[in-house]
């Protein structure tokens, strides 16, 4: 038929529970999206004080390549027990198709069913405000290095959330 191409890739994306076999893709996409100063932000000050839980850590695949990922940390914060979201990376190949938004939806709703009080992040407002995310109150929260408080933000899923969420925020067993 005129104006039609000759033949069209179909993506497959399938957004799976991440597990080890995925850790090196996972490795790639990160140093892709962030490059070496990731390891000195705040929130990777958080991790590396214990794992991510993999029950709430989710990859997508594209015909079985995994092009996407997102991590939950289980942390204090405050007084409050939840999550904290992050890195989210998506390759370049397939930004702008909203993989990452269901990834973060996907991430969110595990964390709510498993009973987290909220899920904290540090990122971009106008990206993560439409995907339900509010300000913490400016400050209300040390993290281990440094950290623009117009950019923590947080889904609460229980009463009280933004009053407890005063002081360190810390990775939690």
Same mark, same amino acid.
């Given at each position: 038929?005129?104006? *039609?191409?000759?033949?069209?890739?179909?993506?497959?994306?399938?957004?799976?529970?991440?597990?080890?076999?995925?850790?090196?893709?996972?490795?790639?996409?990160?140093?892709?999206?962030?490059?070496?100063?990731?390891?000195?932000?705040?929130?990777?000050?958080?991790?590396?004080?214990?794992?991510?839980?993999?029950?709430?850590? *989710?990859?997508?695949?594209?015909?079985?390549?995994?092009?996407?990922?997102?991590?939950?940390?289980?942390?204090?914060?405050?007084?409050?027990?939840?999550?904290?979201?992050?890195?989210?990376?998506?390759?370049?190949?397939?930004?702008?198709?909203?993989?990452?938004?269901?990834?973060?939806?996907?991430?969110?709703?595990?964390?709510?069913?498993?009973?987290?009080?909220?899920?904290?992040?540090?990122?971009?407002?106008?990206?993560?405000?439409?995907?339900? *995310?509010?300000?913490?109150?400016?400050?209300?929260?040390?993290?281990?290095?440094?950290?623009?408080?117009?950019?923590?933000?947080?889904?609460?899923?229980?009463?009280?959330?933004?009053?407890?969420?005063?002081?360190?925020?810390?990775?939690?067993?």
């Amino acid at each position: 038929m005129p104006g *039609f191409p000759m033949f069209m890739k179909k993506h497959d994306l399938v957004y799976l529970t991440e597990d080890a076999s995925h850790d090196a893709a996972i490795e790639i996409i990160n140093e892709e999206a962030f490059g070496p100063g990731r390891f000195a932000r705040a929130a990777a000050r958080i991790r590396e004080q214990g794992p991510h839980d993999l029950s709430l850590s *989710f990859v997508c695949a594209d015909d079985g390549e995994t092009i996407a990922s997102v991590r939950m940390t289980p942390v204090m914060a405050g007084s409050i027990k939840g999550h904290l979201l992050g890195p989210l990376a998506v390759r370049p190949s397939h930004k702008n198709r909203g993989i990452g938004r269901e990834l973060v939806r996907i991430a969110v709703e595990a964390a709510r069913r498993k009973g987290s009080e909220c899920v904290i992040l540090v990122g971009d407002p106008p990206y993560y405000q439409p995907l339900g *995310f509010e300000k913490v109150a400016y400050g209300a929260l040390t993290f281990p290095g440094p950290v623009d408080p117009n950019r923590v933000l947080v889904v609460p899923m229980t009463e009280g959330v933004h009053e407890g969420l005063k002081g360190d925020i810390h990775w939690r067993a």
